[in-house]
Each structure stands twice: as C-alpha cells, then as structure tokens.
DNA sequence: GTGGTCTAGACCACA
DNA sequence: GTGGTCTAGACCACT
C-alpha cells in the first residue's frame, strides 16, 4: 500500500506524510479508519520506526489524525479530505504565482493541465 | 538587487540561485552579462562569500553561467533564458500531475490561474 | 584504502573522486555498496570534513554515488563502472587526438601501449 | 593563427604554451623564427599582456624559445620538435597507465587509435 | 581583484 | 551518527 523511494531528496517521513494525505483526499482512507501500527509500517517498509512515528505526529499536529493510546492512530473526522484539497490548491496557487514570475503566459499553463488531464489515469 | 530572507528554511544559496535564475528568465541578465563578484555579492547580502560561491558553482555546472578565473562569473549564451523557463514548465506539469493524483478538477485549476494573471504586478 | 598526497597540484577533492572512480571501475566498490562517513573518512585520510564531503557531492551530481540522509553515501546501481570506464575511453580518445595533432605516427602509440601493458600489475 | 577559448577551464596562458608548441612539433614555427610580440598578441588576442608574457616566459624556462632583448622571443635551435613530441610521448603513456589502472583493456585502446587515424585530418 | 581550494569549527535535519 | 549548510578566515592561481 506504501511506497517509499530511500533515494529520493525529500525526506522519507515526507514522502510517508504525503501518501497518508492523499489517500484520504481520495478517501482510500475514511474518518476514523486506523493507520497501521508504527512499528508493523515501519518493518513493513523497512525503516526506522522513529521515522514513521515522526510522520505520525506531524500529521497529528496538523489535525489530519488522532491518537488512542494503546489503540493506535485513526483519520480526523471533521471534512479532512476537504481541507487537504484546500491546502493543495493553496500551494497550487504559489507554484502559478512562481510562473508568473518568470513570466510565463498563462496559455501554456492552460495547455499543461489539458495535457495532464487527458491522459488516461495512472500512478 | 538581491534579497535574501536568512530565517527562511530555503538554504541561502538556493535562493541566490533561484534569483539568478528569475533575473536570466526575465531577461534583466542577458548572455555574457557580468555577475556581481563573490565577494562584492556577500559582503552586499551580509553571507559568507563561500556560500555565493556555492550559489555560482552549481550553477555552473548546471551551464547557466560560465565562470573565467580571475575575470568573474557570466550568463551563458546558448538560449540560457528559454531553458529556464522550460524547467520550470516541467515542474509546474509536475505539480498538476500532483493534483490530479488528490483527485482535484481542473476547473480549480483553471480559476486559480486566472485569479493570479488578474492581478497587477508585483514582486 | 584511500591515498592522498597533499603535495600535488591536484585538488584533495579531485584526488578522492578519482580514487573512488577508480574503485567502481575495478568493482571493489560495487552498487549499494556504502562509502565511508564523510567524517570517518575525513579523519583518516587527515583532511577536513568538508573536503570529502564536496567529493562525495560531486560525485553525486554526476551520478556515481547517491546519498541517503542520515544513513550514508552508496555507490549507484545503473551500471556504473561500465559509464566510467566509456568516459575513461573518451578521454583516451582525446589523447590520441590529441597525439595526432603533434604528428605523431600510430606505431609509437602502439609500442607504447604495448610496455605499459606487459609491465607486472602494480599499483 | 592562434585561437583561445576564454571559457575553458584550461588557463588562457597553457593554451598559449599548448599551441606555440603544436606549432613547433609540427614545424609550423621553426628554430630561430620570431613569435610575435607579446603586446601584440595580447592585443589581437583580447588578453591581458601579461598572459602572454607569463606564457612566453614558461616556453623561455623549458628551453623552448630564447628572448633576445629588445629584438623579441625566437624559438630554440636544439631539436625542439623532437622534444616536444618526447614529451607528449610521456603523457601518452601516463595515460595509458590510467587506463590500465581502470581494468581497460589494450584492444580497445588499439582500435581507438585506429578510429582517430583513419579520420580526415581536420582541427 | 577574481574565483578555487582548504581548514576549523558550528548548528541542524534525518534516521 | 549521518550528511547539509554556514561562518570566519586563509592561501593560491589567474588576469
């Protein structure tokens, strides 16, 4: 279900944050379903259980998860797949404002998402 | 000319780099224009002339500029300009890619754009 | 395992990397296989940290090695001493350009290759 | 009758002595002919005449050309050409010992000399 | 005066 | 403990 690319630049509990987060966006993940475990995530990716727990809790802070101790770790209730849509529209809106920095017309942008979005679906 | 936020979690000499960059894209650095020395450029931003050297070194090796030892560092001439901004429509296809992936429609997508042109120019 | 002279005209860092190239080549370093710490190294080899480090870096952006944050420097996995020993050739061929130039006849080259060649393996 | 690359790496004043002395090798520029004067050539150049001089004054140290004051640089008398291609001889087999070094074999080097030789000769 | 290399030492993020 | 970034200050080669 996970997919962890050690190579990459950005960092592995990022890369993990980033998957939880989008798999409630598209609601793979529902309110109150159950994360995995630390520790059967971490082994199960084969990395340190501090680097999952790290990713835990960032999202905790940011209300996307809650914790029962001695239960384990469950998806906030309140609207999270639409507050995470918000979000990334906002940082869609920062990399839109960097294009037009570099002033870069807004039809090639136009022509970018048709592109994208006629492609048929995959990873 | 330069602006460097120091607080910023962006290491310094990325920014320098992306403002070399911006500065090519928008043509107010056109090919074989001189840059500010590494020291000049430091001691102007108050950073430690290393970093500056960073900042021109990779950009060097990534052939934005040329560097003549004991003359200074040069914009490249070979349509350095249009590169740059090709690079950067990669990243923006990147980043629709990613909205696609939150199941985000592109009528958002198309808003956002046009909200951002709207708006008068600024820094 | 690692041989520096500080004495040379050429750079520690360049010294290092070519070492390193050397060691893929010949498959005693092989893919995944870790690099010592920059700071190991650097103690050992009686250097500063930040010249291993610039090595290890520009190896990386070359892509020979690439670097896991928190864990270390591996030696890449796509065929790595094969693209070094192709670069290895290009400059040989350039060499004999080179010897062209200087009217050089082949057969001097030929001899040539042939002394070092039958010489004992040495270092 | 000389070319300079002010972006290569290479040190304006090594590809001056590089090329004095293909011109020599190849008998281009014979014992006894004058080289033109170091402030004109630094002139037709677009250097700095002292590159030049610096130049000059290397090739005088290595005993490939004599400078008679007031009168100009005059290239040596004793065999110079023969020298210089001895000389290029030993960077021919230091690089063929790099070779070895990198697990190259000799066939391949073989037929690297013959590709270049078979060339047209061009620059 | 220009960039290139190096040292000594510091702090931070990541695992 | 690992690499990444940064500072302060030094010496060198090139122009």
């Given at each position: 279900m996970f997919l962890i690319d050690v190579?990459?630049?950005?960092p592995i509990f990022e890369q993990l944050k980033k998957q939880i987060l989008e798999f409630i966006s598209i609601q793979v993940l529902s309110p109150n379903d159950k994360l995995p475990s630390v520790r059967s995530l971490a082994s199960q990716l084969g990395v340190n259980p501090n680097t999952v727990a790290k990713a835990y809790q960032e999202l905790e802070t940011q209300g996307y998860i809650y914790t029962v101790k001695g239960k384990g770790c469950f998806i906030s209730d309140n609207d999270t797949d639409a507050q995470i849509r918000l979000e990334k529209m906002k940082e869609f809106k920062d990399k839109v404002k960097e294009m037009k920095k570099y002033h870069i017309g807004k039809d090639g942008l136009y022509q970018t998402i048709n592109e994208v979005y006629e492609e048929e679906y995959h990873d």
């Open positions: 190579q990459s630049k950005t």
